[in-house]
């Protein structure tokens, strides 16, 4: 009897009642250009189809072996560690059943492996939207070339790609450090590659791409990944915890040098992902995340903190100094070229965020603005604040917007301004002009009518979003910003010609009034629409404005 061929490399499939993406999973492995591997699915006790399924792809193919635990663990850790240990490969590779491998993945790696005395090589990750089908390279600048590096000193940037997935391990360099899984947590990843980056001797990054990543950023709470539940507070604490692990490590293994660009990888990457969800939570909210974040915060190198663009800086001084509505109005600037409401002048002649000079040294330090010099800037990369403060149905499929537009460094001329709202579905722009005028210093307020239905359509029909602009112009000169909408007014849907029409706030990042177009009847089969509704909480009294053209979206 013949022994069986010894696999080059084992790639785990880890599931969880995912009965419907698994064998798409599975099937990205078994079309791997490189035969000589073995496939286990890792099922962590699934309550669906999945051990079924699982069970009938092994019988398909002998190089797959199944796999189930006696109960859920509750994360990924515990199915990729048990498939550790009945691995006969001596090259290991791990996979997520949304997810898969494009076919040349493992051949890649494992010929960069042969090639050096290597404890890990790692490829670029392609992020593919599920909603839009755009596609991404995650991190593309630190996999943008072939390289071979003698440890993560030599490029510390590369705490950002905190993937476990995506990379083919020694099985040698693993078992040498009894380096596993940590079980019992959420974001196990990042643990787990500080670990191994701090680890390894030596590793090669090579620019093709090893591993498709599945992005659905508008799933429901009960199918969003870990990543995309940052609206739990549990969230919040399981990310805290293991940032403390990660610290606790690299003082403990001899690495403390790193910890200033291990805190600014946290504060450019983790918690820039809750500040730019910040405009959408409420008061009750941002007072326990404060709660949790602040002492962690405390923790951090100063240095770190100084890498920051301002926007971010500012975000975090307010909740640090638990200014928590400011810093809601704060977050809604982290998208380009947005201004505060408000700006303050200090006795020294400096410019600082808000209407106040801070106390603090620390505050005057985190919240000063001068650098950006908005009062002399060239007109138009001038930093305004355009708010909309008020929306009413019009007749047909219009809107009526009321604008309020902040100047904190008085840029404009006294009196009325001359200002422009610009869309532009498909090749042809619409433009609105409209007046604002003066309320107070530095504020203006103005009255337009937003008529999408007089928006020329490309022919094939429009399928997309898009988000307006408001164009001031002064003395000849023009400006443009974003229009941000109220984020509470429930979505309006009307029909134009051959398309469905959504305006609604934009559901992440600083909340831009938006609009979107799905095409109807026979526009439809021949462009379907490339973006999915995202829901918005509804507000009684504006649902109250609804006129009879329109109705909430979804309804």
């Not at 070339?145 to 993937?163: K, Q, V």
């Not at 191994?196 to 992005?215: D, Q, S």
């Not at 609206?231 to 403390?244: S, Y």
């Not at 708010?387 to 309020?404: F, K, M, N, Q, Y």
């Amino acid at each position: 009897m013949s022994t069986p061929q010894v696999p080059d490399v084992t790639v785990t499939v880890i599931v969880h009642n995912d009965a419907g993406r698994l064998p798409r999973a599975v099937e990205s492995v078994r079309r791997q250009t490189h035969r000589n591997l073995e496939i286990v699915i890792s099922d962590d006790h699934s309550t669906d189809d999945t051990p079924r399924v699982a069970r009938a792809l092994a019988a398909r193919d002998r190089r797959i072996r199944c796999l189930r635990l006696p109960e859920n663990s509750g994360g990924c850790s515990a199915p990729r560690n048990r498939a550790l240990e009945i691995a006969r490969a001596p090259y290991l590779m791990f996979l997520d059943s949304d997810d898969e491998l494009p076919p040349e993945s493992v051949a890649s790696l494992l010929a960069a492996h042969r090639e050096r005395d290597l404890d890990f090589a790692m490829g670029a990750v392609r992020r593919i939207r599920v909603d839009t089908g755009r596609r991404s390279t995650w991190m593309p600048h630190l996999v943008r070339e072939r390289r071979t590096l003698d440890g993560i000193e030599a490029d510390p940037r590369l705490f950002f790609e905190h993937l476990s997935t995506g990379k083919m391990y020694a099985r040698a360099f693993l078992d040498r450090h009894d380096l596993r899984f940590p079980e019992g947590i959420h974001y196990e990843d990042q643990l787990f590659s500080a670990q191994a980056y701090c680890l390894a001797k030596r590793f090669t990054i090579i620019p093709e791409p090893v591993y498709l990543w599945y992005v659905a950023p508008y799933a429901g709470s009960d199918a969003a990944s870990i990543s995309n539940q940052r609206h739990l507070l549990t969230n919040v604490r399981d990310r805290i915890h293991v940032q403390r692990l990660i610290d606790a490590f690299l003082v403990e293994s001899g690495h403390g040098a790193l910890r200033e660009d291990k805190d600014h990888k946290f504060l450019k990457h983790d918690f820039r992902m809750y500040a730019g969800d910040l405009p959408h939570r409420d008061e009750e909210w941002l007072a326990a995340f404060a709660d949790l974040v602040n002492p962690y915060l405390e923790t951090l190198s100063p240095g770190a903190y100084a890498r920051l663009p301002r926007a971010e800086r500012v975000v975090l001084q307010l909740i640090r100094d638990r200014r928590l509505t400011e810093a809601r109005w704060a977050a809604r600037e982290l998208g380009d070229g947005v201004a505060p409401r408000e700006l303050a002048t200090g006795p020294d002649g400096r410019t600082y965020w808000g209407g106040q000079v801070p106390g603090s040294a620390a505050a005057r330090r985190e919240l000063d603005l001068t650098e950006l010099e908005l009062d002399t800037r060239p007109f138009s990369v001038t930093r305004f604040r355009h708010e909309i403060t008020e929306i009413t149905p019009g007749p047909g499929a219009s809107v009526d917007l009321t604008v309020r537009t902040y100047d904190p460094a008085l840029r404009l001329p006294v009196g009325p301004q001359r200002a422009s709202l610009l869309i532009t579905p498909g090749r042809h722009r619409l433009t609105v002009p409209f007046r604002l005028s003066p309320v107070r210093p530095g504020v203006f307020e103005g009255r337009v009518r937003l008529d999408p239905a007089s928006a020329r359509l490309p022919l094939s029909g429009f399928a997309g979003v898009r988000h307006p602009l408001v164009r001031l112009t002064c003395r000849g000169r023009s400006n443009r910003g974003l229009l941000l909408a109220p984020l509470a007014f429930p979505p309006l849907a009307a029909r134009v010609p051959r398309h469905r029409l959504t305006i609604e706030p934009e559901g992440h990042g600083p909340g831009r009034l938006q609009l979107r177009w799905q095409p109807t009847g026979l526009t439809a089969n021949v462009l379907r629409p490339a973006a999915r509704r995202v829901a918005v909480p509804r507000v009684r009294r504006a649902a109250r404005l609804v006129a009879s053209v329109f109705s909430p979206s979804g309804v």
